[in-house]
């Protein structure tokens, strides 16, 4: 076997293995934050699940995309800086999907914590009748 198809064999097995175990842990850790960001359950968990699927489609098809390489592989040397680089900027995609991810969801959560603790700014004192006529 060339040792160009190795390289992407072992990209692909470690690529496609980095992105279900990410997509697992923040699902099942961002369960919790998106239950109280958006305080219902049912949301939460379809939210939750519609993330991950998102999750799974933009990173799989980076990942597929970001296979093919221009360059041959020559030796056991090759094999490693192909993969280095590969997988390195399939890493910083998955962490800035997850940085972008917990960004948004940290916004809606203070919009809405910023809701439930809003106080009139003087609390009323008596009640006027309208007007006759009006």
Known sequence: MDRTVIAYVIYLVVSIGLTIWVARTLSRNGRVFLADVLRDEKLADAVNHLLVVGFYLVNLGFVALYLSGDETIEDTRGIFEALSTKLGVVLLVLGGM?????????????????????????????????????
């Open 98 to 134: 997850h940085l972008g991810n917990v960004y948004v969801l940290n916004r809606i959560r203070r919009r809405g914590i910023m809701e439930r603790e809003q106080l009139p700014p003087v609390t009323p004192q008596e009640w006027i009748a309208p007007a006759a006529g009006a």
